[in-house]
Each structure stands twice: as C-alpha cells, then as structure tokens.
Nanobody, 125 residues
Framework: QVQLVESGGGWVPAGGSLRLSCVVS????????MGWFRQAPGKEREFVSA????????YYADSVKGRVTISRDNAKNTVYLQMNSLKPEDTAIYYC??????????????????WGQGTQVTVSS
C-alpha cells in the first residue's frame, strides 16, 4: 500500500521560509508524478505545485510562482516544497499526492490517487 507522510510544516512570520517534505513508501517512487495541494479553512483544496516523473516537468500555481520550488529525490523517495517569502494567505494545510505514471493533468487533484495526511502551515502577519 502506498503511503505518503508529510513533514516540515509549522508557524512562520510573514516573509519567512519553510521546507516541506513528503516521503513515499510502499511502491516505486520513480513511477509517480508528485503534487502539492493546500486547503485553507473554509476554502476548496487548491493546486500548489507538481513535478513529473521527469525532473523537467514542473508546474506552479500563479499564486506561488517565484516563491516556491518543488524538487524530488528518487533515491530518498522524497518530494520537497521549498517555500520562501511566505504570506498570511499561504496559511493552509498542505498535502502531497502521488499520481501513478503521471497520467492526466498534474494540476488536477482528481488525477491523484494517493494522499498524505497533511501538514499545517501558519504564516502570521
């Protein structure tokens, strides 16, 4: 069974940085495209970033472009989300998700079968 475990969330003042990690177990990590999504209180879950099985395929939401970097380390079965210049509106629960073989649009949550439990990110003003 594929399991995803996120870590790295926490509290940070506006302008600060956080690095989220997501470790995948139970399957061959390199077969999956990986995505990060977030959900703020009272809002729908939204796309943040995704990286394909190929390191050259990367997407960012417009709201985080230029402030966020996604990366993966297939040797460690881990995907990362480096977040800089954080804003209060970045406050949310952040989820990583796995898409087997990278099928379909990577910005669409419905194309991801496996999800982590989420990690809380709180940015204070």
């Amino acid at each position: 069974q594929v399991q995803l475990v996120e870590s790295g969330g926490g509290w940070v003042p506006a302008g600060g940085s956080l690095r989220l990690s997501c470790v995948v177990s139970g399957s061959t990590f390199s077969l999956y495209a990986m995505g990060w999504f977030r959900q703020a209180p009272g809002k729908e879950r939204e796309f943040v970033s995704a990286i394909g099985r190929s390191y050259s395929v990367i997407y960012y939401a417009d709201s985080v472009k230029g402030r966020v970097t996604i990366s993966r380390d297939n040797a460690k079965n881990t995907v990362y989300l480096q977040m800089n210049s954080l804003k209060p509106e970045d406050t949310a629960i952040y989820y990583c998700a796995a898409n087997f073989l990278g099928l379909g649009a990577l910005m669409t949550s419905a194309n991801y079968r496996y999800w982590g439990q989420g990690t809380q990110v709180t940015v204070s003003s």
